[in-house]
């Protein structure tokens, strides 16, 4: 399965890259495919057409899921995530399974990916059967709304190893790594 | 598959409630296993744990797929249909596969679904891997939305029959039998 | 200054209604002109042109700010307020200015005034200046987020007296214990 | 009156551009301000702390009604106009009251100034007493819905001329000089 991360932190190496990539692990039991800092990317996400982020572009359509990862700016995601998104026309991603994860500093934000970030990704065609995940960027490696929300994600994407036994390659080992 | 359809309208026998049936059969190729009128319920959903009301739960439990249908009232869903999402406790419907469905006099209120029914629907649980398909009221039966939304979301559930039969005019037919 | 509250909890006399008896108080330094709790008027919600609800919809019309409060059901606004917001038109409340209150059990849905009951507010006419208040509902009476909201209030809908009078029994006592 | 438009459309001179001017000199009968194109802010909206960044925000602080418009992307603000909002700090704008304007291809996103575009705009500070205005981009000239909305904001912020007079410097004069 090819997991896409993308993350819409200004910064990269950033919290919000480190989540996405032990969410990828956790959902599949292997690290992401590809990771793709939006950061790295920078004035060439003001324009269109530039080759670096139709790469980018062609990276997401070619993955079997894609988490979209964003810090929590004014009660919602990232301009540079927007940005990125902007790039894509209505429909284009063709009920691609995704996953929108978002951090932030504090709980009052909670729906913030349910409201804002699902409904864009739904009209660029993605499928978001899961709820949004929302995590506090201290308590990202480990909460219990982490491991909530994968048993339910596993379901709703009908995916293997989401809660992960100990000892199993999967989950569990890949969020030892996390650590 | 056991499709049970939802009907937030006050009034019985509603497009809302014709259009809800009409998607169970295009989606699947049969008619409901149930349709529930929510304002067949009346009173009992002002309340907490009426049997009447317990017995419409479980039949939405019970479901492989439900269709929550709605007019669009004050740029939303109904009052009615909202006192039945009540009823259930957070994340309830355990990863249910569902269908958000919204009729409404202008394409002004189309956003409704994905921004106001699809959160609700996704707190209590169920997974809505389709976008929200709204309709205009007087256009439920035959639109290109319609069947743009059914090739799509064919796709995000994994159904078979949104395309129609070989043979078929394919919507046609379905519509054909709605009429 | 003529202030109504409407209160959508199902539970007469309930903590929802406290805390926006409260907030008209610290708003205006007087307690409310009416507070409407709408599961007085219960089944008539269910259809159109009840007197009673009519006589409900007149004294929203006849106000100077109106004091909309739910507690959080499902991430967003009771089905009972929704009942009583679906008995307007579209625009009919001419701009009439309105506050969001919603008292919730977690901080996580925080957003939900923002994201679900102002919008609903807008189409109906209200104008909404000040953002929409959550409240814990363990701690409504006094919690820095309501005497932050006050002080904004104050300045978006043009009031005097967020801060409450000295010897008031109820605004300025609560504020008293907040500072 | 100090009026300031904000752009947020990537290309500069764009007919978003167009209808924020136009709806400044509807709402006050003078031309804004100010008009600040995000376009020319270019890659400084990508990082933190740019003076020609500051300028913007520090003119957007000085303004007594702000016109923060936007082309519609993926149903929802551009990522452009995000960048420059993800510059303000939670609350800074202090109540200030301002404006949400979007245009569009199609109606069927009307709903997206009020569901996307205020509750960010609320998040930094911002007082919205009026409806988000949706025009569709092949008609914001002249509209019913730019009438409607004039003459309820005008209402809603307490401004003088909205609706316009025959004859009067304000409203319908400055409509006449944009048509």
Redesign the interface.
């Known amino acids: 399965m090819n997991v896409v991360v993308v993350v819409g932190n ?1 910064k990269t190496g950033s919290r919000t890259r480190q989540a996405a990539d032990l969410l990828a692990r956790r959902l599949t039991g292997n690290p992401p495919d590809a990771s793709i800092e939006l950061a790295d990317l ?2 060439a ?3 269109w057409g530039s080759p670096e982020v139709e790469a980018a572009k062609e990276s997401v359509r070619g993955a079997d899921l894609v988490v979209f990862a964003s810090p929590t ?14 790039q ?1 026309s ?2 284009e991603l ?2 691609k ?1 995704a996953v929108a994860l978002m951090l932030g500093a ?7 990916g ?3 970030l ?3 990704l ?4 993605c ?6 995940l ?1 995590l506090l960027d201290q308590a990202w490696e480990s909460s219990p709304e982490l491991e909530a929300w994968l048993a ?1 994600a596993a ?2 994407h009908g995916l293997p190893g989401a809660a992960g036994e100990p000892g199993e390659p999967g989950a569990a080992g890949a969020a030892g790594e996390a650590r």
Not at 73 to 86: E, H, I, P, R
Not at 106 to 112: E, R, T
Not at 122 to 125: D, P
């Open positions: 200004p920078g004035p996400l003001l324009g700016f004014k009660a919602t995601y990232s301009g540079l995530l927007k940005l990125f998104l902007d894509f209505a429909g063709a009920a399974p504090s709980p009052h934000h909670a729906l913030a349910e409201h804002t699902k409904p864009v739904s009209e660029i065609g499928s978001c059967p899961a709820p949004a929302f339910r379901v709703a």
